[in-house]
């Protein structure tokens, strides 16, 4: 019996040690990004509301938004955009406006709106009309709402 208490004591504390030796190593350790697929956007905030309620009442003038729920607040966005320069335009567009958005980045997978995004950001880097800007602007959004919202 005792032959077999020091064999175990022992075990034991090697196991330890080797346990404590090797997972020391992920006390640091992020991850590694295997495969990602998703692409990061500009969006243009226009604010964030406390109820759909108030969501509703604040964006009467505005044509089109999106607007995503997170934690019982309403994010409500009027641009969309791959370019830094493009987000920028956008923003200058609401600020002639009146309005006083923001620019937000989120990761985006959906592969079909971002192909989609390509041309409209084309379309959008070309032109300084704000009839045309407004007009991608709100194909833009139609086009998230369609495909990545109701993932049509």
Do not use: C, H, R, W
């Amino acid at each position: 019996m005792k032959k077999y208490l020091f064999a175990l004591t022992i075990a034991l504390v090697i196991g330890f040690f080797l346990s404590k030796f090797f997972l020391g190593g992920y006390k640091d350790f992020d991850g590694i990004k295997v495969n990602s697929n998703s692409e990061e956007l500009y969006f243009i905030q226009y604010g964030v509301f406390s109820s759909l309620d108030s969501l509703e009442e604040n964006t009467i003038s505005l044509q089109n938004y999106v607007y995503n729920e997170d934690n019982n607040l309403y994010y409500v966005y009027v641009g969309i955009t791959k370019k830094e320069e493009n987000a920028n335009k956008i923003v200058e567009y609401y600020k002639k406006q009146g309005y006083d958005p923001i620019i937000k980045k989120f990761g985006i997978t959906n592969k079909k709106f971002l192909n989609i995004l390509n041309n409209y950001d084309e379309v959008l880097k070309n032109t300084n009309d704000s009839t045309a800007i407004a007009s991608v602007i709100s194909q833009i959004l139609v086009k998230y709402e369609e495909v990545v919202i109701n993932g049509s």
